[in-house]
């Protein structure tokens, strides 16, 4: 059974860090690419970062290049989404998910991840 768990949400300030973790187990994820998504309240989810498991490569929404990092620690089978100078607008429940597929021109389709968590809370106060 593929879960995909999301923790390390919660209620900060403006200019606040916090780092969410994404634990993939039940399946073998070596080939997958691993995205961090969000979803505001009335909005659609959108596209935030996504690494590629064996080159390490990494993508970013303009929204949030230059102060989020992903990262990933195969032996742990984790993926984390540094998150710092947190906006108000980064609040948001984040979802990690899972993509099997090799084309960049895709990481940020929702359409092309197969498994996802159950999403964190990110609240950021003004």
């Known amino acids: 059974q593929v879960q995909l768990v999301e923790s390390g949400g919660g209620l900060v300030q403006a200019g606040d860090s916090l780092r969410l973790s994404c634990v993939a187990s039940g399946h073998t994820f070596s080939s997958y690419v691993m995205g961090w998504f969000r979803q505001a309240p009335g909005k659609e989810r959108q596209f935030v970062a996504a690494?590629?498991?064996?080159?390490?490569?990494?993508y970013y929404a303009d929204s949030v290049k230059g102060r989020f990092t992903i990262s990933r620690e195969n032996a742990k089978n984790t993926v984390y989404l540094q998150m710092n100078s947190l906006k108000p607008e980064d609040t948001a429940v984040y979802y990690c998910a899972a993509g099997d597929y090799s084309d960049p021109d895709m990481v940020s389709s929702i359409v092309n991840y197969d498994y996802w968590g159950q999403g964190t809370q990110v609240t950021t106060s003004s």
């Open positions: 690494i590629n498991w064996k080159e390490s490569i990494t």
